[in-house]
């Protein structure tokens, strides 16, 4: 490819610049236009799941007020003693009592329309706006469901166009001491459907989104829409079948319904609609533009260009007394000037080429070599920078996030490690480590998750530089390195006395106690150290306890602390910054 670009000519890479320039400007107006839709979408989507909980709740507050006001009159004591009641006179007696606790319960609760006490359909009483006809709808529609009730259950039925709503609920004579079905009867009410459906009727519903409640088996109980019966149901059966929309639903508790919330993909499209329209026009503009940069370029650099260096051509073939005879003004005419009086200067030294060619390349050689020297004794730290931010804009031009995340990490790591500061603050070593933990989650998904608790009071404190991480890369290394899945590392940080106390724990495969040991007597030798250590327990942890008792004295440093299979704790005490 390198080669390729570099036997172009100048007039086709600029035009091929223009090309590229072009490309990107459609490309990036495209990824805008589909991020922007994405994110009304999203908005749209988020809306409705909120819509819906908040529809849910006043559905369930509803239903759970209906379900608990109807045990309580179901047990009332009149209405047991009504129902249980053999004769004609019992009943006269309790009637008037129990026709006065059901018109108190109609009356004070607006969630009641109309009940019915049913006994084995022998016979019923109405109260309310609840006729035989209706009854004997429920009961046909329900069927054998009806006399077999042991619990509460919410029901519809469609009359007349009207979706009506009722509580059934069996009552028992909880005192019986029979063994047999002690079921006196049935309480059926009829719900006021107002209630439910002006809980979906008066959501604030944005251009988008349409929703619907309905029952387990997917038969329509209202919507948002203000349509009538036959009309809303087709229009859920519409909506569930087509994929044109977003589909999102939540469970009502106590009636086993679901509201549904569909958000129409293409009314969020519509209101991008003139975007594609915007993005053609732009591009085209651009195009236009960038051509005429394009001609301006060619006739003002580039053919000038060309001219010289048909010019050059002429001069190099055995033509060295000529000069350039070119009416050029600018910077090319500077070039063009500057070029003949190289010529005169090389025809006037024509007599010591072969000296000052001699001397140039051994000029060259030394340059080389000192190059070549410089680049084996040292990486510039700028070359690394610039090398990881290419890497960086790579992963953000392929929507890497994880690459963009790595070369970010190891900049910061990179950077820290190279500062010539001898002490440093508390939250510039946690930040080096959370570079170091984000690569090894990168690297290791599951495998690791760490938690830093440490107090900003303790952050503004000084530390030596790279006291901490060697550590966590130690946990992480010798403790969780046999771990799959599911390694934790903790950092913690407190103040006791005059003293700053660092605690970082992993939850790997432990020490053994013999290996423990003999680390934490190497630790406390101090500087007696010998090299035998190194090799047994690593450079690390005795390097870093070795700094802490230089920089702050012998009664500070690390102490280990670890169980097999639970993990290991390292202690590092250092006095509190003055």
């Known amino acids: 490819m390198k080669n390729i670009i570099k036997q172009m000519t100048l007039k086709r890479k600029i035009f091929s610049l223009i090309a590229v320039a072009v490309f990107f400007i459609i490309s990036f107006q495209t990824v805008s236009y589909l991020s922007i839709q994405n994110v009304i979408e999203n908005r749209a989507k988020d809306y409705s799941q909120s819509t819906i909980f908040q529809t849910k709740t006043a559905v369930e507050q509803t239903l759970d007020k209906v379900e608990n006001r109807t045990q309580k009159f179901a047990y009332n004591t009149y209405l047991i003693d009504f129902l249980k009641a053999d004769t004609i006179e019992e009943k006269i007696k309790v009637h008037p009592y129990v026709e006065n606790v059901i018109n108190n319960l109609l009356e004070n609760n ?156 293409n009314k969020v499209a519509e209101d991008l609609k003139q975007f594609p329209l915007m993005i053609i026009f732009s591009s085209l503009t651009f195009v236009i533009l960038l051509l005429g940069i394009g001609f301006i370029l060619n006739q003002n650099i580039t053919k000038p260009v060309i001219k010289i260096a048909k010019s050059m051509d002429l001069i190099g073939e055995n033509k060295a007394n000529q000069r350039i005879n070119l009416d050029i003004n600018g910077e090319l005419g500077i070039i063009v000037e500057d070029a003949n009086k190289m010529l005169d200067k090389i025809e006037n030294f024509k007599k010591h080429e072969i000296e000052m060619q001699t001397q140039i390349y051994e000029t060259k050689i030394s340059r080389h070599k000192a190059e070549l020297s410089a680049l084996q004794s040292q990486i510039n730290p700028h070359f690394l920078y610039n090398t990881l931010e290419c890497i960086r804009s790579i992963g953000a031009v392929y929507e890497s996030q994880e690459i963009m995340d790595i070369s970010i990490a190891m900049a910061d790591i990179f950077r ?163």
């Open 416 to 578: 820290y490690s190279i500062k010539s500061n001898r002490f440093v603050k508390v939250k510039e070593e946690i930040e080096i480590i959370e570079s170091y933990l984000k690569i090894m989650k990168l690297r290791f998904p599951k495998r690791i998750n760490y938690e830093i608790d440490i107090k900003n009071q303790i952050k503004n404190k000084k530390i030596i530089k790279m006291l901490l991480q060697p550590i966590v890369e130690n946990a992480f290394y010798h403790g969780l390195e046999s771990k799959t899945d599911g390694g934790k590392i903790l950092i913690k940080a407190e103040i006791k006395d005059e003293d700053i106390i660092f605690l970082i724990s992993d939850n790997g495969k432990g020490i053994k106690e013999e290996k423990l040991n003999l680390l934490n007597n190497s630790l406390n030798r101090v500087l007696k150290i010998e090299i035998e250590d190194f090799k047994k327990h690593g450079i690390g942890i005795l390097n870093i306890n070795k700094r802490i008792k230089l920089n702050y004295g012998e009664e500070y440093g690390l102490k280990l602390d670890s169980k097999i299979d639970q993990g290991t704790e390292v202690e590092i005490i250092i006095p509190v910054e003055k």
């Open 110 to 265: 607006t969630e009641f329309r109309a009940a019915a006490l049913v006994k084995e359909n022998n016979w019923r009483n109405f109260y309310g706006d609840l006729d035989y006809f209706i009854y004997q709808k429920v009961v046909n529609d329900l069927g054998e469901k009806f006399n077999n009730l042991t619990r509460g259950q919410f029901e519809i039925i469609e009359h007349k166009g009207e979706i009506i709503h009722f509580y059934l609920y069996p009552i028992f004579d909880l005192h019986s001491s029979s063994n047999e079905n002690n079921k006196l009867g049935t309480a059926v009410i009829r719900i006021d459907s107002n209630n439910i459906n002006k809980s979906i009727r008066d959501i604030s519903a944005n251009q988008y989104t349409t929703f619907f409640i309905a029952d387990e088996n997917d038969r329509f109980i209202t919507s948002s829409l203000k349509s009538n019966l036959i009309d809303n149901s087709k229009a859920f059966e519409n909506y569930n079948r087509n994929s044109e929309y977003i589909v999102q639903n939540e469970r009502i508790k106590f009636a086993n319904w679901r509201i549904y919330g569909f958000t129409s993909r």
